[in-house]
């Protein structure tokens, strides 16, 4: 028994998990299919690595599942390049992280050659003999030191699996190698099909010198390899400056966009959502609600509906079931007006701090350290001084740019403390 069944839903309409790649996940993904075709359509028609941009919550991580779910769907032999997507993402949180992300890459792509293996069969492809592979990459020794150590610390062997002959030998000679030679047997001639990877998240790297650096770092290895295609993803700029890095011209494509969806296409993904789990129950925030909710959030669909969902709970730890949409936006409005109240009464917030916090917000929700003199600071590092006091109480974001942390965002709390100071003014789209 869960709440959402008291409500009236057989799960969540508002999770904030990514859309899970099947016909449910397509059919909540609204307003994004023409980023879709563009991702298709740069992963099948050039040999630059894809590249997305877009602020965080906006949905680039949904909308590439989604992609991905339907090139599976899709992928025969008639329909070459076939696509094969690597449904679980990579990331980099850290430069250290380079080489283990290689040999992450390279377990995945065995782990994908044994799930399509029947498929690529039957397509006409010459798809390799998995079954050592399979046992090796199995066997208790393996997934232990795999869990908490780079795969590179083993060896497998440069040939094709069917002459391996014991674990110990194919531990001896190269996964990474067997892996190669696999794609270049099975997707031959080159370009008839690739193994299509996800880096998301770029801006973990927290720098866009970091970023550049990774990426420069994997250039000849991993890019490099002729039969995956990359779909690079993140936000705060990261991505669009470590694109425009000379070493990396030729190996990615100039960045996809990713806006916020229109009010019109996230009240239509909203009442998908409320469609598709609805057992019958009045939605605890409707259109109504959520249109209130996803302007004040400035237009970021994850953190309206983490709200959508907070107010859920409220509504039925109060006992306040079954209410009407104009009803619950009446509640809603009460309820966002005490928890905005909150962030604006941080005591933990100087003057100088809520200044720079309202003039972030008259800046398109952003400001550069750089511009310290347009903001009525001394230098940069006094107005860093004020952005770090904002950001420990969570209401902005430090970025740090190629000569440090230089620029930050007004992060969803900082929303909610400016609607609170702002007389609960509801900001233009």
Not at 239 to 249: D, E, G, K, M, Y
Not at 344 to 360: E, F, Y
Request: with cysteine; charged share 20%.
């Amino acid at each position: 028994m869960t709440i959402w069944s008291d409500l009236g839903f057989s799960q969540s309409p508002y999770d904030t998990k990514s859309l899970p790649p099947t016909a449910i996940g397509e059919r909540l993904l609204v307003g994004r299919e023409r980023h879709i075709k563009r991702l298709i359509n740069r992963l099948a028609s050039s040999s630059s690595h894809v590249t997305i941009e877009g602020q965080a919550g906006v949905g680039k991580t949904s909308l590439i599942t989604i992609a991905n779910y339907r090139m599976k769907r899709n992928s025969d032999k008639a329909r070459a390049p076939i696509l094969l997507p690597i449904e679980v993402p990579f990331q980099i949180a850290t430069r250290e992280n380079v080489k283990l992300l290689e040999a992450t890459v390279y377990r995945a792509i065995a782990e994908g050659f044994i799930r399509y293996r029947d498929e690529l069969q039957a397509w006409g492809y010459d798809a390799p003999k998995v079954a050592d592979v399979n046992k090796w990459m199995n066997s208790p020794i393996v997934k232990t030191l795999s869990g908490g150590a780079s795969v590179l610390g083993f060896s497998v062997s440069a040939a094709r699996s069917e002459s391996v002959n014991t674990s110990l030998a194919f531990a001896e000679a190269g996964l990474s190698n067997t892996v190669r030679n696999w794609m270049s047997e099975c997707f031959d001639p080159p370009g008839c099909g690739y193994f299509v990877c996800v880096l998301d998240n770029l801006e973990l790297l927290v720098s866009s010198t970091s970023a550049r650096q990774a990426l420069e770092e994997i250039r000849d290895t991993i890019l490099a390899e002729p039969g995956l295609r990359w779909v690079i993803c993140g936000a705060r700029g990261v991505v669009r400056t470590a694109a425009a890095s000379p070493r990396l011209q030729g190996r990615l494509c100039h960045p996809l966009e990713v806006e916020p969806l229109s009010m019109d296409d996230a009240i239509r993904a909203l009442e998908a959502r409320i469609n598709e789990f609805s057992t019958g129950g009045a939605p605890p925030v409707g259109a109504i609600g959520f249109q209130y909710l996803y302007e004040i959030l400035k237009c970021n669909l994850r953190n309206t509906l983490q709200k959508c969902e907070d107010f859920s709970f409220w509504l039925h730890d109060e006992g306040i079931l079954g209410e009407s949409d104009m009803e619950h936006a009446a509640l809603l409005q009460s309820w966002l007006t005490l928890l905005s109240d909150e962030y604006a009464g941080n005591p933990g917030i100087s003057s100088a701090g809520w200044r720079l916090l309202d003039d972030m917000v008259g800046n398109e929700g952003s400001c550069d350290f750089e511009d310290h003199d347009l903001f009525g600071f001394s230098g940069p590092e006094e107005m860093k001084r004020y952005a770090a006091e904002l950001e420990r109480q969570n209401l902005v974001e430090i970025s740090s740019g190629d000569t440090g942390g230089d620029s930050a965002v007004v992060a969803p709390n900082g929303w909610l403390a400016r609607f609170s100071r702002s007389g609960y003014q509801i900001p233009r789209i």
